[in-house]
């Protein structure tokens, strides 16, 4: 088991636990911007997953998140996707919740791919500015050469800040 304290390390042979330590720089652009990189990974079929909080200055400003591996990945064997909880009860709105305040529950929404280093298109907002609004972003990826991950975010509107907060952390484990 290897631990990485920070936004970069080398990830272990097998199994990988990394935290952010602080706050991602905020991202007032359209343009991905890496917020963890973990390098040296081998050749292999490896599975991640990234757990945290987000959060953007504005209610109507969405994020969205990435997955990049930079060595060579095998066609047809990437998947990821992302899930946070929304304002909706009844029906879909894109738009994260920092809060539970429905008595019957909230919905849980998403994005899912299957192409490396592709953005899904960002959420439509969040219920609070500045709030933590918890995501969970997994996958696997099947490679044929080394390479490194990263993880990415971008801002759904230019000139408003999104973030991805300190605590967030990444498990990565080798399967094959």
Request: no cysteine.
């Amino acid at each position: 088991i290897t631990r990485i304290s920070g936004s970069s390390g080398t990830a272990g042979a097998d199994i990988t636990y990394q935290t952010l330590t602080a706050n991602s720089a905020d991202n007032t652009t359209v343009t991905l911007a890496v917020v963890m990189t973990t390098t040296g990974l081998a050749a292999g079929t490896w599975r991640y997953r990234y757990s945290g909080n987000y959060q953007t200055a504005a209610t109507t400003t969405g994020i969205s998140m990435v997955t990049n591996f930079t060595g060579t990945v095998t066609s047809g064997q990437y998947a990821k996707r992302w899930t946070h909880v929304t304002t909706g009860a009844a029906a879909s709105t894109g738009v994260g919740d920092d809060v539970a305040g429905t008595n019957t529950g909230q919905i849980v929404e998403g994005h899912a791919h299957t192409t490396n280093n592709t953005d899904e298109g960002p959420t439509a907002g969040v219920a609070t500015i500045n709030a933590n609004v918890g995501f969970v972003l997994e996958g696997f990826a099947t490679t044929t050469t080394s390479g490194n991950l990263e993880f990415k975010m971008r801002s759904e509107v230019a000139a408003s800040a999104v973030r991805i907060m300190a605590g967030t952390n990444l498990v990565l484990e080798l399967v094959r």
